[in-house]
C-alpha cells in the first residue's frame, strides 16, 4: 500500500513537473518567446536542451518508481548481495557523457556567436545607476546622430540592425535584460561589457534590472523600442531639435521658473537657459551621490518613468501603443505623451514626495556616509500649485 | 565551587547590572547616572573576580605556607609603573598608556603571587598553581616582548647603513643564527647554560647594534627621500625627482573591460573601444562615473598619459596627492617603458559643456595628439 | 566490562597537622579548577565528546532551522499578492539576505557537522575524534558567529546585501547600516568553526580507524563526509581573505572594491564564488552520504558501485573546483571564461548523475521496507534529479544568461538543497534516532511529516520555474500586475501558489517538531538494532557509552556488522543469520578493554571561541575592547596548549565529607 503511494507520488511529481512547464503564458518578459535573433539562438539552443533534461527526469522518475513497487518487501528472502556491476555502470555514465558533450558543442557555438561585437551597426552606452538607467548614443554620423543624445528609461533602437550595448554603472552592479531581446549583462562600474541586441519587428520589449542593487531594484525596470529606420530618424531627428521655450504667461512658463529653481540642481534639459541668459546646467554630482538624474530634455517622447516604474501614458493611451501591431507602432510611439494621455496621478505624486512612492534611501539620518548628497530624488516638499506649474512645464518636453 | 563570599559579590553584581539596564530602559540614555552605575557595576564585578581568583570567600581555615614570605619584584614594578604614570601626565601621553599597562600588570602579577603563597602549605604545589594562572599570559608576552625589541633593533641597523652593507650584514646574521642553530640541535648534550648564554649574548649585541643605529639615524638618502615625500610624489610631465619609484615603470596593469585603450604607435594617439572596428579619435565617458583607461606605449622613450580634468573640478572630486597638481587639475600615469600599459581610472563629475576648454588625454612630449574626452 | 581509568582518588598530602583540611582543586582554584565532571550541566558546557557536541550542533543546527523558515514565510506572505505590504523594501532586503545566510551557514553545513561529530567516530571504530578540544572549540565558534550574524537585527538591521552580498553594495556608502559588519565578522567567526572541523575530521579519518578497515572498507557516509572536509579545507581559506577585505573596507577604510580608486568589483565575486561552489558541495555531499547509508539498509543489499560511489565524490570534489564562474555567466568575463566554465559545469554533472544510477540500482532487485528515513531518501534520489536537471539546462551559458537572477535559478537551487540536502537530513533524523536517544521517532507521525513536505516543497519550489521563465527576477520586493502576463496562469497565479505552498511546507516541519515532543515524553525504548543495519555505529549501545566501543572491533568486510550477523549459505546462496544484533554487542563487551583513557573535558576551548565576538564587537564599537578580545584570545590559546589533555590526578577532588569520590567513575 505505502509503496503503491510511493510510486504514484513520483509519477505524480513528475507529471505535475511536465504539467507547469507547459502552462506558461505571454507575460512581457517571457524568456521562451524570442523576438530578435539573438534571443532566438539561445531559444534554439535551450528548447533541445530541456527537452533532452525532461525525458531523462522522466526515465529516473519512472524507474524509481518502478523500483519501488516492483521490491516492495513482500516477505522473499534476502537478496543476493550483489556489488555493482561495472559494465553496466560505465555504460550508464558514458551515455550521459555523450549527450553533454554534443550539447557542449553546439553551447560553444552559441557563446562565441552572442560575443561578437565586429559586426555593429550602431553603438549605445548604457549606464546602470541607483535605480534607472541612462543611455547615450555618441556621435554617430551614418545614423544623424550628430551630437549626443541622452536618456532614459527607454533604449530607442531601429529594426533589424545588430546594435552594440557598451554598459557600465555608476555605483553598484547592475544589469540590463529585455528578454526577448537577449540575456542579460551585467553593468558594473568601472567596467564596460557588450551586450546585442537586435529586434525583428517595431514593438516595445519590456526589461527589468535583474542584479541586486540595493532598496528599489524591484523597481529598476526599462524598455526596449524599436523603431523602422524611418522612424528611428525621425526619432533622432526629434532629439536633436532643439530646446523650445514656452511662451511668455502661461502656467508652462511659470513651471519653467519652478523648474530652475527646484529641478536643475540635478536634472538637465539641453538649452534651457536662466533668466539672465546663461545655460543652466545640472549639478547632479554635487546633490546626488551616485552623481547624475535622468536627463528629462524630451521626457514627454518617452512613455515611462521614474526608471520605468510609472507610466506617464494613461491606460487606454498606453495600451494603443504597447499592443500596436508593428505597422502603426512607430507612428504611435513617436506621438508621444500629450495633456489628454497623461497619466497625471502618478505624475504628482512622484513629485509631490519621490520617496515615498519608490523607496530610495532607508534612513535619511545615514546621509552623513553620503557626504549629505541623496541616493535618489528626495521629497522637495512643493505645494500643489508648484506641482500644477511643473507639470504644464513638462508637458512641453517634447 | 562558590562560596559565601563569592555568591555575595556575584549577587551584588547580578543587581548591579539589573539596576543599570533598568536605567538605560527608562532613561532611555546613559547620561550621568548611567555612567555611575556602570562604574559601580564594573567596580563590584572586579571584585567579585578578585574574591574567586583568591577564594576569600572561604570561610573555612586554610593551611597556610608559614615560611616567610619571599622577595618579590612585584612592588617595586608597582611603583615604577606609578612613576611612568605620572611622568606620563607631565611629558607626553606615551608614557601615561605605558605607565597604566605596567601598572596593571605588576598588580596582577602581585596579586596572584599573593593568592598562591596562601593556596596550601606546599610551596610546589604554589608555584604550580601561580603557573597554571598566570603561564597562559607570561609566555605570549615576554616572547612579544624579547622577539620585538630584538626585531625593531634589527631593523634600526638596517636603516642606517649602506645597501650594499646592509645585505652583508643581513646574511651573516642569518648565517650565524643557522650555525648556532645547527650545533645546537645536533648536541643535544649541551649545556642549558651555554645554550642561554650564547643567545643571551647574541641578543645584546643585536639591541646594542639596534641602539647605536637609532642613534645614527637613517641612511643619507632615505633621509633625502622622505623629506621630499618621493614615492607619493607624480610629476605629471618630465619626472624631475631622483627618488621616484623606479619599479612602477615596469609595472603591468591588468584590467579587462576598460572604457578605451589608448595607444601611442609611431607618434600618434587613438583610442580602441570595443563596438568601434576602427580606433577613434574621440572618446565618450559618462559623467560622474568612474572610467578607466589602459594607455599602452609603443613609443621608443619612457612615456606617461596625462588626463585632464578640465577647470570645473566637483568638490568631491579626489584630488591627487600633490599640490600643486589641484591647480593644474590633471592627473596622470607612471612614466612607462615601451611595450609597458598602465591603468588610469578618472572621473568626470562636470560635462564637456561646462568646462572652459576640451578634456584631452595626452602624452607629455608628443606634440600635437590628442583624445578628445566627451562627457556628456 | 570496559574500565575507563580515572585517577584512584589519592589526594596530595604532604605532612599536614592531623584533622588539616585535604589541598583539592577547589580549595586551590575556586571557580577555575578543571573540569572533570562527566554528568549535569557543567558536563555539556565543558565536554570535549564528540557525541555531545554533535547533539549541540544538531540542536543549534535546528533552531536556526527554524528561524530561517520564519525569515523565508514572510518573504512568501509578502510575495504572494503584487505590491504587497507585509513587508517594507528594507526590511525584505534583510529577509532574503538572512534566510540564506542563516540557512547555508547556520542550518545545513552545522547539522552536517552535527552528524559527521555524531557519527563518523562510531562509524570507523574509534572512540573520539583526532582534536578533541579543538572539536569543542569549533562548536562554540559556530554558536557565537551565528549570535554574532543575528545580533543586527536587535542592532540597527541585519545585513541586506543578498548573502553573496556583492560588492560595492556591501560597502559603506551603499550598506551604511551595521547589518553588514555583522555579517561579515559573524560569517568569519563561523568559518573556523568549519576550518577546525575539517582539519580535525582528516586527521582521525585518517589515523583513527579500527584495525581492518582500509579506505575502501569504509561506509560512504564516511568517506563523502571525508571529502566534504578537504573541501573546507580549501574553501574556507578564500572565504575569509574576502570577509577581511571587506571588513577593512568597511571598518578601516581599506580600498579593495573601491571603483574611484581602480578597483575591479569582480574581485569579490571571483573570491566569493571559488569558495561559493565547493560550498554547495559541501552543503550535498552529507546528505548523499545519508542516502547512501539508509538505502542499502532497507533495501537489504549493499550499495550498488560502492567504489564509483566513492571515487565519483572523489572527483565532485576535485572538479568543483573548476566550476564557480557558472555563476557568473552575466557579469561580462567574456567569451572564452564563459565557454570553458560552461563545459566543466556540463562535465561535473556526470560523476553527480553516477550516484542517483548507483542509488536506484540499489532498490533494484532489493527487499524494500518504507520506513521515513526510506521515503525521505527515495524522495532526494527524484528531488534532487529534478533540481540537477534544471542545473544541467543552467550549464548552457547562453541559456542561463536568461535564466540567471530569476525565479528558475530559486527553484534550482532550492530543489537540490531542499529536495536534496534536507531530505537528506531528515532521512538521517530519522534513521539514526534511535542510537543518539535509544527511542525511534513517531513511524506514523513521520510518514505525515514526510508528505506534507514533500507536497509543501513541490508546491512552492515547482512553480518557480515557471515564474523564473515567464521572467521574474529574484530579490524583489514586490512585483506589479504590470510584468505578470494576462491569462489565468500567469506570475500572479504561480506566486499565490508559491506562497500557500511554503505554509504547507511548514506545517510538515511542524509535523517534525512534535513528533520529537512526543518521542521525548515516550517510555518506549528503541531495540538495539531496529533497522537490521549493515555499519559500525550499530555494533554499540543506544546511546552508544561515553567510550563508545568496549572493544575496538576488527574489521574485515565493509558493511562489516552486517557480515557479522549473516553468512552467505554455501549451497543455496542466499543469506542466513548467524548472530543476532545483541549476540555481535554482548561479544565486544565480553572482550572489553580494561584500560581505556578518554580525553577530559576542558573549558579553555569556551574561553577562546567567547573571545572572538568581543573582537568582532570590539571592531564595531570600539577597539579598546576589540584589545581585550585579542588578550582573552592569547590567554585562552596558551592556557589550553599548557593544559594535558588528559586531567592529571591533582585536578581530581579527594574524598568528599560523605567519602565518595568525585568525579571517578566505578569500575
Not at chain 3, 361 to 379: I, N
Not at chain 3, 463 to 485: C, D, F, N, S, V
Not at chain 3, 577 to 605: C, F, G
Request: net charge neutral; proline share 5%; hydrophobic share 50%.
Amino acid at each position: 500500500m505505502k509503496s503503491r503511494r510511493l510510486a504514484l507520488r513520483t509519477l505524480a511529481v513528475t507529471g505535475t513537473t511536465a504539467f507547469l512547464v507547459s502552462c506558461a503564458t505571454n507575460a512581457p518578459q517571457d524568456t521562451w518567446q524570442p523576438k530578435g535573433p539573438n534571443a532566438k539562438m539561445i531559444d534554439d539552443l535551450q528548447q533541445p536542451v530541456f527537452a533532452v533534461a525532461g525525458i531523462i527526469g522522466i526515465i529516473v522518475a519512472a524507474a524509481v518508481g518502478f523500483a519501488i513497487w516492483r521490491y516492495k518487501d513482500r516477505g522473499q528472502p534476502i537478496p543476493e548481495q550483489t556489488h555493482g556491476k561495472p559494465a553496466l555502470e560505465i555504460t550508464l555514465t558514458v551515455i550521459p557523457a555523450l549527450i553533454l558533450a554534443v550539447v557542449g558543442v553546439f553551447t560553444f557555438r552559441v557563446i562565441f556567436d552572442l560575443a561578437r561585437t565586429d559586426d555593429t551597426q550602431l553603438v549605445i552606452n548604457v549606464t546602470g545607476q541607483q535605480w534607472w538607467w541612462e543611455y547615450d548614443y555618441p556621435v554617430q554620423n551614418e545614423w544623424g546622430i550628430t551630437q549626443p543624445i541622452i536618456s532614459s528609461g527607454q533604449l530607442v533602437m531601429p529594426v533589424g540592425t545588430k546594435v552594440l550595448l557598451r554598459e557600465t554603472s555608476r555605483d553598484v552592479i547592475h544589469s540590463y535584460w529585455i528578454p526577448a531581446l537577449n540575456g542579460k549583462r551585467d553593468a558594473v562600474p568601472g567596467r564596460v561589457h557588450t551586450l546585442r541586441l537586435e529586434a525583428d519587428a517595431p514593438g516595445i520589449y519590456a526589461g527589468q534590472c535583474t542584479e541586486f542593487c540595493g532598496l528599489s531594484h524591484a523597481n529598476m525596470r526599462m524598455e526596449a523600442v524599436a523603431l523602422s529606420d524611418e522612424d528611428f530618424a525621425k526619432w533622432v531627428a526629434g532629439q536633436q531639435a532643439g530646446y523650445r521655450a514656452p511662451a511668455e504667461g502661461t502656467l508652462a512658463k511659470e513651471g519653467e521658473s519652478v523648474f530652475l529653481n527646484q529641478c536643475v540642481r540635478c536634472h538637465q534639459v539641453e538649452g534651457l537657459k536662466r533668466a539672465d541668459g546663461t545655460l543652466a546646467i545640472a549639478a547632479p554630482d554635487e546633490n546626488v551621490w551616485s552623481g547624475a538624474a535622468p536627463n528629462l530634455t524630451k521626457l514627454m517622447s518617452r512613455n515611462t518613468f521614474a526608471g520605468a516604474m510609472f507610466d506617464l501614458l494613461r491606460d487606454a493611451c498606453r495600451d494603443s501603443v504597447w499592443r500596436a501591431d508593428s505597422a502603426e507602432f512607430g507612428a504611435k510611439y513617436l506621438a508621444g505623451v500629450d495633456e489628454t494621455c497623461l497619466n497625471v496621478n502618478d505624475l504628482r505624486a512622484w513629485l509631490r514626495n519621490a520617496p515615498e512612492v519608490k523607496p530610495m534611501y532607508a534612513n535619511p539620518a545615514l546621509l552623513a556616509d553620503t557626504n549629505g548628497k541623496y541616493r535618489g530624488m528626495p521629497n522637495l516638499g512643493l505645494s500643489e500649485s508648484d506641482i500644477d506649474k511643473l507639470v504644464a512645464y513638462l508637458l512641453t518636453l517634447k | 565551587m562558590f562560596k559565601v563570599g563569592s555568591k555575595l559579590f556575584l549577587g551584588l553584581s547580578g543587581f548591579a547590572s539589573f539596576n543599570l539596564v533598568a536605567y538605560i530602559i527608562f532613561v532611555e540614555r546613559l547620561a550621568i547616572g548611567g555612567v555611575a552605575l556602570s562604574m559601580v557595576l564594573a567596580a563590584l564585578v572586579g571584585l567579585t573576580a578578585i574574591v574567586l581568583l583568591i577564594n576569600e570567600g572561604d570561610s573555612e581555615s586554610q593551611p597556610r605556607d608559614n615560611a616567610l614570605t619571599g622577595a618579590s619584584l612585584w612592588p617595586l614594578m608597582t611603583v615604577v609603573g606609578l612613576m611612568l604614570l605620572v611622568l606620563g601626565l607631565v611629558v607626553a601621553q606615551i608614557y601615561f598608556v605605558l605607565g597604566i599597562v605596567v601598572v596593571l600588570a605588576a598588580l596582577a602579577e602581585w596579586l596572584v603571587q599573593a593568592w598562591s603563597e596562601s593556596a596550601s602549605d606546599d610551596p610546589a604545589h604554589n608555584e604550580s598553581a601561580r603557573q597554571r594562572l598566570l603561564h597562559p599570559i607570561e609566555f605570549p608576552v615576554i616572547a612579544t616582548l624579547g622577539l620585538g625589541v630584538v626585531i625593531f633593533s634589527f631593523s634600526r641597523i638596517m636603516l642606517a647603513i649602506s645597501k650594499s652593507a646592509g645585505a652583508v650584514v643581513f646574511i651573516v646574521a642569518a648565517t650565524l643564527v643557522l650555525l648556532a642553530g645547527s650545533w645546537f640541535a645536533l648536541r643535544p648534550a649541551l649545556k642549558g647554560a651555554l645554550v642561554s648564554a650564547i643567545c643571551v649574548v647574541g641578543a645584546v649585541g643585536i639591541v646594542a647594534g639596534g641602539i647605536a643605529g637609532a642613534g645614527v639615524g637613517l641612511r643619507t638618502d632615505l633621509a633625502e627621500a622622505a623629506e621630499e615625500g618621493h614615492y607619493l610624489h607624480r610629476e605629471c610631465g618630465v619626472e624631475k625627482s631622483k627618488y621616484f619609484d623606479k619599479k612602477a615603470m615596469k609595472t603591468l596593469s591588468l584590467r579587462s573591460n576598460v572604457t578605451a585603450i589608448i595607444e601611442l604607435r609611431n607618434g600618434e594617439l587613438s583610442a580602441v573601444m570595443v563596438g568601434f572596428n576602427e580606433p577613434q579619435q574621440r572618446v565618450t565617458a559618462s559623467r560622474a562615473n568612474p572610467v578607466t583607461f589602459i594607455f599602452r606605449n609603443f613609443d621608443a622613450a619612457e612615456r606617461r598619459m596625462v588626463a585632464s580634468l578640465g577647470s570645473a573640478m566637483a568638490a568631491g572630486m579626489a584630488a591627487p596627492e600633490d599640490e600643486g597638481h589641484a591647480e593644474k587639475n590633471e592627473t596622470c600615469t607612471q612614466l612607462i617603458p615601451q611595450g609597458a600599459e598602465q591603468a588610469l581610472t578618472v572621473k568626470y563629475d562636470k560635462p564637456s559643456v561646462a568646462q572652459d576648454a576640451p578634456l584631452t588625454l595626452t602624452v607629455p612630449g608628443v606634440a600635437g595628439q590628442a583624445i578628445e574626452v566627451l562627457v556628456p | 566490562m570496559a574500565i575507563i581509568e580515572r585517577p584512584a582518588p589519592n589526594v596530595i598530602v604532604p605532612a599536614l597537622p592531623a584533622g588539616a583540611p585535604a589541598i583539592t582543586p577547589t580549595r586551590t582554584f575556586g571557580a577555575l579548577k578543571r573540569p572533570v565532571a562527566s554528568t549535569g550541566w557543567k558536563s555539556w558546557l565543558f565536554t570535549v565528546d564528540h557525541k555531545k557536541l554533535g547533539l549541540m550542533y544538531g540542536a543549534v543546527a535546528m533552531f536556526f532551522f527554524i528561524v530561517g523558515g520564519l525569515e523565508a514565510v514572510l518573504i512568501r506572505l509578502q510575495l504572494a499578492a503584487p505590491e504587497g505590504k507585509v513587508l517594507n523594501a528594507d526590511l525584505y532586503n534583510q529577509m532574503f539576505t538572512m534566510h540564506a545566510t542563516t540557512m547555508v551557514f547556520l542550518f545545513v553545513m552545522p547539522m552536517a557537522a552535527g552528524f559527521a561529530n555524531y557519527f563518523v567516530p562510531l562509524q570507523i571504530g574509534a572512540r573520539d575524534v583526532a582534536f578533541p578540544r579543538i572539536n569543542a572549540f569549533g562548536f562554540w565558534c559556530l554558536l557565537a558567529g551565528g549570535i554574532v550574524v543575528n545580533l543586527a537585527w536587535f542592532l540597527g538591521g541585519a545585513a541586506d546585501g543578498g548573502w553573496f552580498m556583492y560588492a560595492p553594495n556591501s560597502g559603506p556608502v551603499f550598506s551604511p547600516s551595521r547589518g553588514v559588519d555583522f555579517w561579515t565578522l559573524g560569517l568569519q567567526i563561523a568559518g573556523i568553526a568549519s576550518l577546525t572541523g575539517a582539519i580535525n575530521l582528516i586527521v582521525t579519518v585518517l589515523n583513527m580507524r579500527a584495525p581492518g578497515m582500509t579506505l575502501m572498507k569504509m561506509p560512504v557516509f564516511t568517506w563523502l563526509i571525508t571529502v566534504v572536509q578537504f573541501l573546507l579545507l580549501f574553501a574556507i581559506p578564500v572565504i575569509t581573505v574576502a570577509l577581511f577585505l571587506l571588513t577593512f573596507q568597511r571598518s578601516f577604510g581599506a580600498q579593495f572594491f573601491d571603483v574611484a580608486a581602480g578597483a575591479d568589483p569582480l574581485l569579490w565575486q571571483h573570491l566569493f564564488w571559488i569558495f561559493g561552489h565547493p560550498e554547495v558541495y559541501v552543503l550535498i555531499l552529507p546528505s548523499f552520504g545519508i542516502v547512501s547509508e539508509v538505502l542499502p539498509v532497507f533495501s537489504r543489499k549493499p550499495l550498488f558501485g560502492y567504489p564509483f560511489v566513492v571515487f565519483s565524490g572523489a572527483a565532485i570534489g576535485f572538479v568543483g573546483w573548476g566550476v564557480w564562474a557558472h555563476h557568473m555567466f552575466a557579469s561580462g568575463l567574456g567569451p572564452v571564461s564563459v565557454a570553458v566554465f560552461s563545459v566543466a559545469t556540463m562535465a561535473i554533472a556526470v560523476p553527480t548523475g553516477v550516484k542517483i544510477i548507483n542509488w536506484t540500482l540499489t532498490m533494484w532487485g532489493g527487499k524494500l521496507v518504507f520506513s521515513t528515513a526510506m521515503k525521505f531518501s527515495v524522495g532526494l534520489i527524484v528531488l534532487f534529479t529534478i533540481g540537477g536537471l534544471s542545473g544541467v539546462t543552467h550549464s548552457v551559458a547562453p541559456s542561463d544568461t536568461q535564466q540567471t537572477d530569476t525565479y528558475y535559478i530559486v527553484a534550482h537551487f532550492h530543489y537540490v538543497l531542499f529536495g536534496g540536502a534536507i531530505f537528506g537530513l531528515f532521512s538521517g533524523f530519522y534513521y539514526w534516532w534511535p542510537k543518539m536517544f535509544g527511542k525511534m521517532l513517531n513511524e506514523r507521525l513521520g510518514s505525515w511529516n514526510f508528505w506534507f513536505m514533500v507536497i509543501g516543497m513541490n508546491m512552492t519550489f515547482g512553480p518557480m520555474h515557471i515564474l523564473g521563465l515567464q521572467g521574474q527576477p529574484r530579490r524583489m520586493y514586490q512585483w506589479t500586475e504590470a510584468r505578470a502576463g494576462e491569462g489565468f496562469f500567469n506570475i500572479a497565479f504561480w506566486n499565490l501558489v508559491a506562497s500557500i505552498g511554503s505554509l504547507v511546507l511548514t506545517f510538515g516541519i511542524l509535523l517534525f517538531l512534535i513528533n520529537i515532543v512526543v518521542t521525548a515524553r515516550s517510555k518506549v525504548r528503541a531495540p538495539l538494532d531496529p533497522w537490521n543495519a549493515r555499519s559500525l555505529e550499530w555494533m554499540t549501545s543506544s546511546p552508544p557509552k561515553e567510550h563508545n566501543f568496549d572493544s575496538i572491533p576488527h574489521v574485515h568486510h565493509l558493511d562489516e556488522f552486517f557480515h557479522r550477523k549473516y553468512e552467505e549459505d554455501p549451497v543455496t546462496h542466499t543469506m542466513r543469520e548467524v548472530a543476532t544484533a545483541e549476540q555481535v554487542l554482548a561479544e565486544l563487551e565480553r572482550n572489553a578493554d580494561t584500560h581505556i583513557h578518554m580525553p577530559s573535558p576542558s573549558y579553555w576551548p569556551l574561553v577562546l571561541a567567547t573571545g572572538l565576538p568581543i573582537v568582532a564587537l570590539g571592531i564595531l564599537y570600539s577597539i579598546p575592547v576589540a584589545i581585550v578580545g585579542g588578550l582573552v584570545i592569547l590567554y585562552a590559546i596558551y592556557g589550553w596548549s599548557l593544559e594535558p589533555s588528559v586531567a592529571v590526578d591533582s585536578d581530581y577532588e579527594g574524598p568528599s565529607s560523605n567519602g565518595h569520590a568525585v568525579g571517578a567513575t566505578h569500575g
